[in-house]
């Protein structure tokens, strides 16, 4: 093994060892932020002023695209081929541009609220 190899497998090695890590960490961020909505809900609060620490749960609402409907919907080919799947953010760009309405493409689509944890350094 040359010692552009060694370098490079030796990169690799870290890489991999991040990802392992990265993937234990969204477990884990996954399990707290599980327990923190379960608290809150006990204390039937959307915000707690801890002693070192405050929690909001901002509830946002996200669209999922039914592909079918939008398909049938949007009057261009060229624009489907461009989504070729459902990406909110490039819909939310092309409804922006103009490009097509939102009253075209309002059954399209279901609004699924999603609870979003924040958790502040006081």
């Known amino acids: 093994m040359n010692v552009e190899d060694k370098r490079l ?11 392992v890590l990265q993937k234990e960490l969204d477990q884990e961020l996954s399990e707290l932020r599980q327990q923190i909505l379960e608290g809150c809900k ?5 915000r707690l002023e801890l002693e070192n620490y ?9 669209r999922e695209y039914d592909e079918n409907r939008l398909y049938e919907t949007l ?10 799947k459902p990406d909110n953010s490039k819909i939310s760009s ?10 075209k ?6 609004v699924k609220n999603v609870t979003v944890v924040q958790v502040d350094k006081k």
């Open 75 to 84: 009057p261009d080919l060229e624009l489907w081929r461009m989504l070729s």
């Open 9 to 19: 497998d030796g990169i690799a090695e870290r890489f991999f060892e991040i990802k």
């Open 94 to 103: 092309l409804i922006k541009l103009k490009i097509i309405s939102e009253e």
């Open 42 to 46: 006990e204390q039937d609060s959307n």
């Open 54 to 62: 405050e929690i909001k749960l901002i509830v946002q609402q996200r």
């Open 105 to 110: 493409i309002k059954d399209t689509y279901a």
